[in-house]
């Protein structure tokens, strides 16, 4: 048996190799215990189940996590790990929702970049004098310099951040394509030469197979451009999105750069949103275009010149390349500063849009003004600023494109011919052309039909070597007008790092002003039990590099829980400028200012004078700044939220507005003192320790302001109250007046219901009192100014004057003069 199953052995090694392990494997299982097979049986069954099991526990997951993300797509909320990440759901495949992460900069990243924009090389500074370790955005003119260089290499820096980001495998994906376009482009100019030669010498099948291949080359060379455009635009958005993130971790931060890059520094001139949007938009499509326009014509020229090279030779070479060169040098100094012109063109587009934002956040202001001609005049002359600069814009490029269509394209397409003539004319100078030239082979061989070949071959290559080298210049162009968007973008940045890192422009060779930006010495001390000021100088700060505007000399005074404080005072005396200091918006030059750490429940909440109403829905509005996760994560529901809005008189908003999820244009729905109690309802949901009011109840009604002030007070929040009510001391323990002015104070601190303070308004009360008793000795004396006047002045006009005044006064004119009465 043996033997026959040794004879019935195929011949083939590996078959035989296979049927040997089979039949040990066989054994081996026949060899195997009762209880080895029960357990696999079980192992395997256990598998299945489990594998079963999980895929169940992931399709539940998934689809939890699916109706979480239709759930919060709609809403201004998102989910935030413990790294400070966020997870937000956005729209996909219509129904479908995405779950997008989203990674905050780190701080070290900002470190590290800090010295790229505040510290640029020598050779990308301003001309200006400028400190080495402080200055302002450089203002050299955009365009082709070093200065540009570095703007663009540190913008890429934030663009591709490492090599294994995805921004690096977009932009090599761009780069094979690049390449298999140029190939391809390769092929159809050998392809072009062979289809002429076998049309010329008749050959129909050889023709036919030819029109094949050139149809499935170029199915797929359309296909690779359709995929560089695609790239392209994704190399776009992932730059965009890089930059927008960036901008807006440095923008959004605990350090309120948002409201110091606009009221503090000035150094991008106007609002931040203009750079944000149009200007990075445009930055960013004229950056991923720019890879593809110089990227490809780049490989194009190296591999084409190689090709011609080796079709026509070295002469031919020799004349490209001057060619390219001479033309080259020739735009580059008859071309505008299209980089300059581009950077202007920007901002008068935002100066013209930024009048647009102005007139629709104060149409009801300005109805009420009348001011619709007026700002029709602003809006015109804005517009005419911008039309006139785009039509000289226009003008200088009818001239350049005249220039340029004419080197490059005609000039470029006769220059062709001459170099593609070379191995004809010229065939010791032609390379392999001129070798088939010279060699020694008959008519009958198809010379001409050679000939044929290699002209067109050669005429498809430099068509497109020119087209390579028109793109290539047309970049210049380009480049121009990509300095323009990234000085601006550059800026913003720049800006952006100096205001985080407080380092101020101070001009070189100058001393710092009193009260300057560049030399704010105070101290600020988080994680007190209270609020307290020493020796602290009132400024309101200025734009560098001036100094500050002194309100009060030196400010000190303390608030404990439980000791509600009333800051009184006329207008104009800095009562809204401490809330400003207390919270960081406004620089302490001098002196320590103590407050308590964080937000809420053992923090300190402010609120503005302007009621700020948020885009979202009505839940948003109460529970601001929190998002709906973080108000559920706190075990806070809509009733509780009722209960809020109840205390604040609210309660009827719900019901009126539609429901919690009703999303409006808030600040056109409410009235005036809707908007205060709503602020008031935020304090009641967040219940801070300590709460800055500045005039947060002016448009409030007296009994429901005292109603409010005890709410407050009920919950332990301690109020610190700038108003100038005098309703208002009965709910307050001290009170804090500003703009005294007497014996050179300029502020006083004193206790509510001291005796001091009924015999300051005893005092007051006398010196009304006698003020009123001298109201009738005012009346006679202005009945007397009156007759008086009466006695001057007549209907007809002025009376004459007297005889010795004629005579001093000589020539007089005749009888009265004449008047209009009064």
């Known amino acids: 048996m043996a033997a026959?199953?040794?004879?019935?052995?195929?011949?083939?090694?590996?078959?035989?190799?296979?049927?040997?392990?089979?039949?040990?494997?066989?054994?081996?299982?026949?060899?195997?215990?009762r209880m080895t097979r029960i357990i696999a049986t079980i192992t395997l069954l256990l598998s299945i189940i489990g594998s079963g099991y999980g895929g169940y526990t992931w399709f539940r997951a998934r689809a939890k996590e699916r109706a979480q993300g239709r759930r919060l797509l709609r809403r201004n909320s998102g989910i935030r790990g413990k790294d400070g990440s966020r997870t937000i759901y956005v729209p996909y495949k219509g129904s479908k929702t995405s779950k997008v992460l989203i990674h905050p900069t780190k701080p070290t990243t900002f470190d590290a970049h800090r010295r790229l924009f505040l510290n640029p090389p020598a050779s990308a500074r301003a001309k200006d004098d400028g400190s080495a370790t402080q200055i302002p955005p450089p203002t050299t003119k955009p365009g082709l310099n070093l200065a540009f260089l570095h703007q663009f290499l540190s913008l890429?820096?934030?663009?591709?951040?490492?090599?294994?980001?995805?921004?690096?495998?977009?932009?090599?994906?761009?780069?094979?394509?690049?390449?298999?376009?140029?190939?391809?482009?390769?092929?159809?100019?050998?392809?072009?030469?062979?289809?002429?030669?076998?049309?010329?010498?008749?050959?129909?099948?050889?023709?036919?197979?030819?029109?094949?291949?050139?149809?499935?080359?170029?199915?797929?060379?359309?296909?690779?451009?359709?995929?560089?455009?695609?790239?392209?635009?994704?190399?776009?958005?992932?730059?965009?999105?890089?930059?927008?993130?960036?901008?807006?971790?440095?923008?959004?931060?605990?350090?309120?750069?948002?409201?110091?890059l606009m009221n503090l520094d000035g150094g991008i001139g106007h609002g931040p949103d203009q750079f944000i949007t149009q200007d990075l938009t445009l930055f960013c499509s004229s950056a991923a275009a720019l890879y593809s326009s110089m990227g490809k014509p780049l490989v194009d020229l190296f591999v084409f010149n190689y090709q011609l090279y080796r079709s026509l030779g070295p002469l031919a070479l020799s004349g490209i390349l001057t060619g390219y060169f001479s033309t080259a040098?020739?735009?580059?100094?008859?071309?505008?500063?299209?980089?300059?012109?581009?950077?202007?063109?920007?901002?008068?587009?935002?100066?013209?849009?930024?009048?647009?934002?102005?007139?629709?956040?104060?149409?009801?202001?300005?109805?009420?003004?009348?001011?619709?001609?007026?700002?029709?005049?602003?809006?015109?002359?804005?517009?005419?600023?911008?039309?006139?600069?785009?039509?000289?814009?226009?003008?200088?490029?009818?001239?350049?494109?005249m220039l340029e269509d004419m080197i490059l394209k005609y000039s470029w397409s006769a220059f062709g011919y001459l170099v593609t003539s070379l191995p004809v004319f010229l065939p010791a100078w032609g390379g392999m052309g001129g070798a088939m030239e010279l060699a020694d082979a008959p008519e009958g061989m198809g010379r001409e039909r050679g000939r044929m070949k290699e002209f067109i071959t050669n005429k498809r290559l430099m068509l497109s070597l020119a087209d390579a080298g028109g793109r290539m210049m047309y970049s210049i162009k380009d480049i121009s007008e990509l300095a323009g968007h990234t000085s601006r973008v550059y800026s913003l940045i720049a800006t952006l790092h100096r205001v985080h890192a407080n380092a101020y422009y101070m001009p070189r060779g100058t001393h710092p002003e009193f009260y300057s930006l560049a030399d704010s010495q105070g101290t600020i001390h988080n994680g007190f039990d209270g609020v307290r000021l020493e020796q602290v100088p009132i400024v309101a700060?200025?734009?560098?590099?001036?100094?500050?505007?002194?309100?009060?000399?030196?400010?000190?005074?303390?608030?404990?829980?439980?000791?509600h404080l009333l800051i009184s005072g006329p207008n104009g005396v800095g009562k809204s400028a401490i809330p400003r200091i207390v919270a960081g918006l406004w620089p302490v030059y001098r002196g320590l200012v103590s407050?308590?750490?964080?937000?809420?429940?053992?923090?300190?909440?402010?609120?503005?004078?302007?009621?700020?109403?948020?885009?979202?829905?009505?839940?948003?509005?109460?529970?601001?700044?929190?998002?709906?996760?973080?108000?559920r994560e706190g075990d806070v529901s809509d009733a509780d939220l009722q209960k809020v809005l109840d205390a604040a008189h609210l309660g009827y908003l719900p019901a009126r507005e539609g429901g919690w999820d009703a999303r409006k244009e808030w600040k056109d729905v409410f009235s005036g003192g809707e908007k205060q109690r709503m602020g008031l309802a935020r304090l009641f949901y967040h219940e801070p320790r300590?709460?800055?009011?500045?005039?947060?109840?002016?448009?409030?009604?007296?009994?429901?302001?005292?109603?409010?002030?005890?709410?407050?007070?009920?919950?332990?929040?301690?109020?610190?109250?700038?108003s100038t009510r005098a309703s208002l001391k009965k709910y307050h323990t001290y009170n804090l007046t500003l703009g005294l002015g007497v014996e050179g104070e300029q502020w006083e601190f004193e206790r509510i219901?001291?005796?001091?303070?009924?015999?300051?308004?005893?005092?007051?009360?006398?010196?009304?009192?006698?003020?009123?008793?001298?109201?009738?000795?005012?009346?006679?004396?202005?009945?007397?100014?009156?007759?008086?006047?009466?006695?001057?002045?007549?209907?007809?006009?002025?009376?004459?004057?007297?005889?010795?005044?004629?005579?001093?006064?000589?020539?007089?004119?005749?009888?009265?003069?004449?008047?209009?009465a009064n």
């Open 4 to 33: 026959q199953s040794t004879l019935r052995r195929p011949q083939d090694p590996l078959l035989a190799l296979y049927l040997r392990y089979s039949d040990l494997l066989r054994s081996r299982i026949g060899q195997s215990s």
């Open 156 to 260: 890429g820096s934030i663009m591709v951040p490492r090599w294994g980001s995805k921004e690096t495998g977009l932009l090599m994906s761009h780069g094979v394509f690049l390449l298999l376009r140029t190939y391809l482009s390769l092929l159809i100019a050998r392809l072009d030469g062979d289809i002429v030669r076998d049309l010329v010498a008749g050959k129909g099948r050889a023709f036919a197979w030819g029109i094949v291949k050139w149809c499935g080359i170029g199915t797929l060379a359309s296909y690779t451009n359709a995929m560089i455009k695609f790239l392209q635009s994704k190399v776009s958005i992932a730059f965009r999105t890089r930059l927008t993130r960036y901008i807006h971790d440095l923008y959004l931060t605990d350090n309120n750069n948002y409201y110091k």
């Open 329 to 401: 040098v020739l735009l580059r100094k008859l071309s505008p500063p299209f980089g300059k012109l581009k950077a202007v063109e920007g901002k008068r587009e935002g100066d013209f849009r930024g009048l647009h934002s102005r007139l629709l956040a104060n149409a009801e202001e300005i109805s009420f003004y009348g001011g619709a001609d007026i700002e029709r005049v602003f809006l015109v002359r804005s517009f005419k600023d911008l039309q006139r600069w785009m039509e000289g814009i226009y003008s200088l490029k009818i001239r350049y494109n």
């Open 541 to 563: 700060p200025s734009l560098h590099p001036r100094g500050g505007d002194e309100l009060i000399e030196s400010l000190s005074f303390i608030v404990h829980s439980g000791d």
């Open 595 to 631: 407050r308590p750490r964080g937000f809420g429940l053992d923090g300190i909440m402010f609120l503005p004078q302007r009621p700020y109403l948020s885009v979202g829905t009505l839940r948003d509005q109460v529970i601001y700044p929190h998002t709906e996760i973080d108000m």
């Open 690 to 722: 300590y709460a800055f009011v500045d005039e947060g109840t002016s448009a409030v009604s007296s009994d429901v302001e005292g109603v409010l002030y005890e709410r407050a007070k009920e919950q332990g929040i301690t109020l610190i109250t700038i």
């Open 753 to 820: 219901g001291t005796e001091k303070e009924k015999l300051g308004v005893e005092k007051e009360l006398q010196e009304l009192r006698k003020r009123l008793d001298r109201v009738d000795e005012w009346k006679m004396r202005r009945e007397e100014i009156e007759n008086e006047l009466r006695e001057v002045w007549t209907s007809e006009g002025e009376i004459a004057p007297p005889p010795y005044q004629e005579e001093e006064d000589q020539p007089m004119p005749e009888g009265p003069t004449e008047g209009t």
